[in-house]
């Protein structure tokens, strides 16, 4: 009985499930996988498996516990879990890993009601609690390529401090600095975007223009190319672009919407970066705008068919 | 008989029933102030509890003499004598706890669960009942914090009153014994709170009116018109 749905016109059929759409996240987020793994060894492969695991567990109990549907199987505890390890350095421990995931499932998803009802991407909102539960654990840890290259500070954190080498921009193409596992390779991140513009996936406001914004804020601010392609390298720009800040449920639906939340998201990101205490800020950005999109999304409402105009009472 | 177990409803009723912290949600600033650590929270707790009771006593005492019209700053001298006087007496015998509690000891003057409690509870009953509801309440803020302390403090630090826990100590969870911890943490023992109490039976949470007020006993009069108000509104 339960694929007999009863609701109103339009009766559009799609193949576009929550299921599906997950599927197309899961695969478009697969080159950056690989490229984790390669670039960080074993241990990134541990955490994306933790990650992975508990954050399925943590659902799955959840609605045990809660008595609620159980929903594990449209996927998108396993995007959650695959993200939120991929946003993680190597200096995280695995039990730590384990918290982060359950944090994001249980504390940000499922005490809202559960994917679509959640104000917060549940995966963003799980590194920040690792960021500010441990420390600086999510800042950078070199690859097993360049052990020696300035023992693992981030591009940003060397752009702030001052002091150190900056890896090549080729390097930091192909992902070979220090960082998150899953933010370095920007390649990878850029065939995931790729693959989810032509799955008609993500439109490509939300990137485009969240990049852009933080690529012409950082070349007026810094006045120098270099330090502006830097910006948009390193961190977790490219990542929380693509994947984070496109999420159905936390950002606006409209076009004009969707640019005003991305450049909302890029100042923030640039105010962090350059004026805040913390070298990276792409993941409070996104927050901040999370919970600022349903007001943003408020230009959009149109009148119904046949409706008036609100009158003031 | 009927009189006393009255009397023992009043004193029960600020322990789960009506907790002043988990289900009237008052006095949010020091619970999530003093609870990082246990010896914080029970201090805090108990020096509440006595004030509570002493100003309990004696504005209800006083409850025919106090005019209407300029009550609450009455009130609030009575209130401050007695935190002045648990201030002095600490500082003297106790001055680690003194500064421990720091500024959140002077601001028990305006801990909203003592002024209401005299608002809502003490002007309205007579002196033995006022005592009894002061105690009660301040038995269920001080089980509230020791419950919320030892979350934090356990998780947080590692640690249970101050003795580290030899193995959880490698597990700990900074972020608990900061702000946002707090936060987190009273939310999570309030859905707590809202399941237990649900099973019982006890509190019923499916009307944002009067009857889904845990206020609704003490609440005399006012509530009821604002509820007729509502209906009409309704309708």
């Excluded at chain 1, 939300?206 to 006045?223: D, E, M, N, W, Y």
Aim: with cysteine; aromatic share 8%.
């Amino acid at each position: 009985m339960e694929n007999l749905i009863v609701s109103s016109s339009p009766h559009i059929h799609s193949r576009a499930t929550t299921r599906n759409i997950m599927r197309d996240v899961v695969i478009a987020l697969l080159p950056a996988t690989v490229a984790a793994i390669v670039l960080f060894g074993f241990k990134a492969a541990l955490m994306i498996a933790v990650c992975v695991a508990s954050a399925i567990l943590s659902e799955f109990f959840f609605s045990l516990i809660a008595k609620k549907k159980q929903t594990i199987g449209d996927l998108s505890a396993v995007v959650t879990g695959l993200l939120l390890a991929l946003n993680l350095s190597t200096k995280v421990e695995l039990w730590q890993c384990m918290l982060g995931s359950m944090f994001a499932i249980i504390i940000v998803k499922c005490v809202f009601g559960g994917l679509g009802k959640n104000f917060a991407n549940p995966a963003i909102t799980g590194r920040i609690f690792l960021v500010i539960a441990f420390g600086a654990v999510a800042g950078g840890a070199h690859t097993v390529f360049t052990p020696e290259i300035s023992a693992g500070a981030t591009p940003l954190e060397i752009i702030k401090s001052g002091s150190g080498t900056l890896p090549s921009l080729f390097n930091m193409l192909i992902g070979n600095r220090g960082g998150a596992i899953g933010e370095t390779c920007a390649i990878a991140l850029i065939i995931g975007f790729v693959y989810l513009l032509c799955r008609k996936v993500i439109s490509w406001h939300i990137p485009v223009v969240f990049v852009g914004t933080v690529f012409v804020l950082s070349l007026i601010v810094k006045q120098d190319l270099t330090i502006a392609l830097y910006e948009v390298l390193g961190g977790g720009l490219l990542i929380g672009a693509i994947f984070m800040a496109t999420d159905y449920v936390t950002s606006p639906m409209g076009r004009l919407a969707k640019v005003i939340f991305a450049f909302g998201c890029g100042v923030i990101t640039v105010l962090i970066r350059f004026w805040g205490s913390y070298p990276e800020g792409v993941s409070f950005a996104i927050l901040f705008m999370n919970i600022l999109s349903p007001y943003i999304e408020k230009i959009h409402i149109i009148k119904p068919l046949g409706g008036i105009k609100n009158v003031k009472k | 008989m009927m009189s006393e177990k009255k009397k023992l409803s009043i004193l029960l009723k600020g322990i789960i029933k009506e907790n002043p912290v988990l289900i009237l949600v008052l006095g949010t600033c020091p619970t999530l102030a003093t609870t990082s650590s246990v010896i914080s929270a029970f201090s805090m707790g108990l020096v509440a509890t006595l004030v509570l009771v002493c100003s309990n006593i004696v504005i209800s005492a006083l409850r025919k003499i106090i005019p209407d019209t300029v009550r609450i700053p009455c009130y609030i001298v009575i209130i401050a004598s007695f935190v002045t006087i648990m201030q002095m007496l600490l500082e003297a015998y106790l001055p680690s706890i003194y500064d421990m509690l720091g500024v959140y000891l002077a601001l028990i003057v305006v801990n909203c669960i003592i002024l209401g409690r005299a608002e809502m509870y003490a002007r309205k009953n007579t002196v033995v009942d006022s005592a009894l509801d002061g105690l009660g309440m301040g038995i269920g803020f001080l089980l509230a914090l020791l419950v919320m302390a030892t979350i934090r403090e356990v998780f947080g630090a590692g640690s249970f009153a101050g003795f580290t826990i030899p193995y959880l100590e490698s597990f700990k969870i900074p972020i608990l014994t900061q702000a946002p911890g707090g936060y987190l943490v009273f939310g999570l023992v309030i859905a707590g709170m809202n399941v237990l109490t649900a099973k019982r039976g006890g509190v019923k949470r499916k009307s944002f009116a009067c009857d889904g007020c845990a206020m609704k006993e003490s609440c005399s009069g006012e509530c009821s018109e604002n509820k007729e108000k509502e209906d009409k509104a309704d309708v």
